[in-house]
């Protein structure tokens, strides 16, 4: 175990609502019973782990997204800007460029082919990142400011500074956003493993088959988890066996967990047997990387 | 004609059960538009007959044709995705990290990278089992723009909805607050809400709520699975209040929500007791609150 990069897990979905966060928080404190460890919540939309933890905020900045802005002096109004950007986020309106900063990318084409130097790019807040502590437990969290449409930058932001913040523990986990969109990709594209977790209705099994099918479009290695496992249907399992998709646990449909989420607790200290498929779903994410050494 | 569009911010409220159910109770009068692109459910319980399919192109994909690279590098300069690399001596393009943004194609002195339209999806009109017709759309597997998916779907239903004089679209929204959540929102009549009672559930509400208020939209919400915890549900009841946002109903934890979905059924036509009563009157609320809408502008 030299010079080892934390193993990184992501917890995903196709379909939302299926636990995603119950399951990376309850990992999370569980791991960060024995060792430190760091959670990364990259659902910048609706950022919900950080719910389930009192902690001490050791650490806030501002995410930030660069865009251009126009420099009326400088602008000889020639129309390249408008011609160059492929996301429609600057208009020539008459004597005026107007940028739309929501649908820029920040490629920068605009403001690097401007031929006068008329559209520096300038930094704008579209979030904050804030780091907090709970003893070994480790919170990274982004918001996305209400109003901001593009979830990828502030992803791909909170990662790095989770990479280079916590470098030295063993193991990352990351609450993925839903869906089979890019800002999953982003979450998910530099995973080691991916836990994906589903329930066992039809919705879910529709859901899951998305999910799955991004994750061999990424060559991931990945498992399934079932939760509310005893509602709806067999379907799942027998999709899952099919596909030679390792089921990594199951979570049983039980009220008395529906309502500890909906206060916010844990649930691995009150369910003697999830602290178990909790420690299973851990070994067989970690036996992963002996098999395939990077 | 009316477009009512269903959301959420979390995922897993019941949303698409509940659209499928007022889909079902609106009958011939409702078109419906399943917005929810990435993850699209609406199609298992609404029975329909993908009669119309469409490709949908949007966006691009740098692509070096390698004969006439000279290996100059500047490629690579200026791609701020960090997309190019250079593998066995060749400039070479991650197709998940191209943003699409087309500079590198741009700036190519030998013109050697051009750009692929992109297949991000296809779309449906589909006839459905409640005697109207739905849109549809799978977005293709990792596929940005779904946004513009979103716009598509809900234009196609509208054009749908005008030709055939129909009295209202029924959209069901994605979760979270991003593009494809703004996207549906645009020129929507009226907002229905739909939460838990979770500390994520009113979480989760609060910021879609400030995103409805940044569109001026009036909305009202369901609290479902209302009795898992009475103490978060009538925190929820009380920032209803608060925000000026119509109480359309609270639903009760109930499995058969499940059990209708495993038989292909919305739950009005699995069951015709409580859950079905509460949700005529959810429907008939967001009905009269919809025209009240439009009156009052």
Redesign the interface.
Known sequence: MTNQQPFKIVIAS?????GK?TLSTNLAAYIAEQEKVVLVDL?V??P?SG??FEGKLIHEEDNLKMIPEWDESLCTLCGLCQK?C??HAIMQLGPSILVFPELC?????CS??CPVDALPMIPKVIGKLRDYQVDKLHFVESR?N???????ASIAKTKKYAASKYDKVRIALFDS?????????EAT?DADFVILITEP???GL??LK?AV??MR??NKAFGVVINRYG???DDVLHYCEAENIPVLARIPNN?KI??L????KLIYPEFPEIRESLGHILDYCLSTAERSPA | MKEIVIISGKGGTGKTSITAAFAVLGGADVVVADCDVDAADMHLLMQPDFGNEEDFYSGELAYIDQSNCTRCGLCQQVCRFDAISVIDGKYSIAPIDCEGCGYCARICPTKTIINKKLLAGKWYISNIKTGSLMVHARLEIGADNSGKLVAKVKDEAKGIAIEERKEYILVDGSPGVGCPVVSSLSGANFVVLVTEPSVSGLHDLKRVHQLVKKFNIRSGCIINKADVNPEKCSEIKHFLKEEGIAHLGDLPYNEDFTKAMTQGQTIVEFEQGVLTGLLKESWEKTKVLTNLNKSEK
Request: proline fraction near 7%.
């Open positions: 196709g379909k939302g609502g299926t966060t659902d939309e609706e919900n719910l389930f160059v492929n996301f990318h920040s490629c920068y084409a690097e082919l996305l209400i109003g901001e449409e593009q979830a990828v956003p839903p869906g089979t969109s890019c800002p999953v990709i594209k209705t039809p919705f529709h859901d998305l099918e991004t479009t990424l509602i709806g249907n009220r529906a309502e989420y909906s206060a916010g």
